[in-house]
């Protein structure tokens, strides 16, 4: 029953994944309490046309799950019980230079959240030629930069240190990104993004983004520090 329950549930989350490019025009968002497993966790939660999406990093974390990205597939992993069978590979340890701190790495997915919440509504207000003002943008800024600060809080070690390098640097890309969409709503010059669905995804910017963000959030859930060209 368990191993039903399990992959009844990884079924489920795979299903929440959605695609900004594709939203309706009913879109809703608030932050809502979820229970996954009896562990309990806040979340993003978007109502498109009377359906509720959550995102899938968000999910996981809350559950203590692992999430990685290989070529064309999504692999969401429950973490292993250290207790279930002998020779199982705990949790990082603090003796393992490269490991990452436990606070750190949900402080870290939680910052990794608030950048994707910042980015996917603006990134849908553009592309559907909505207003976008600087209030509306720092916002969404401010909570970004409070999870970052309560990362940098977290970080306790030289693999947290190194990793939150990397989120700083994923930070300041969403804010160059946010600052170059809203002045170019301000001179009316989006046009080109409301035209053109893949316009804003071609952007090297928003590439840089997004890749980052898939190395960032598995790298986070294994506990391992990593690096990549894309968070530079």
């Known amino acids: 029953m368990r191993y039903k329950s399990r992959a009844a549930a990884l079924a489920f989350l795979t299903l929440l ?24 966790g806040q979340a993003a939660v978007i ?8 995102d899938l990093t968000a ?3 809350i559950a203590s799950w ?3 990205f290989k070529a064309n597939r999504i692999v969401v992993s429950p973490a292993p019980n250290p207790s279930s069978a002998p020779g199982t590979v705990g949790p990082p340890t603090q003796d393992d230079d490269s490991s990452l701190s436990r606070d750190f790495m949900r402080a870290g997915m ?4 608030q950048m994707r919440e910042w980015a996917s509504p603006l990134s849908y207000a553009i592309q559907n030629g909505y207003p976008v003002t600087e209030n509306w943008a720092a916002g969404y800024r401010e909570q970004a930069a409070h999870a970052l600060s309560l990362a940098s809080v977290a970080a306790t070690t030289d693999a947290d240190r190194r990793a939150l390098q990397l989120l700083t640097n ?3 890309a969403v804010r160059q990104w946010s600052d170059k969409l809203v002045e170019a709503r301000k001179s009316m010059n989006t046009a080109q993004y409301a035209m053109s669905a893949s316009a804003l995804r071609d952007d090297p910017l928003s590439q840089k983004i997004v890749a980052c963000g898939r190395f960032l959030a598995p790298m986070l859930a294994s506990g391992n520090i990593q690096d990549d060209p894309s968070c530079h």
């Not at 109502?47 to 959550?54: N, S």
């Not at 939680?110 to 959240?113: K, L, M, R, V, Y």
């Open 17 to 40: 994944i959605i695609s900004v490019s594709t939203w309706a025009k009913q879109v809703t968002q608030k932050t809502e309490t979820l229970v996954i497993n009896g562990q309990t």
């Open 110 to 113: 939680e910052a990794i959240a």
């Open 59 to 61: 999910l996981a974390q």
């Open 66 to 68: 692992s999430v990685s």
């Open 47 to 54: 109502q498109v046309d009377g359906r509720a999406y959550v």
């Open 170 to 172: 994923e930070f300041d």
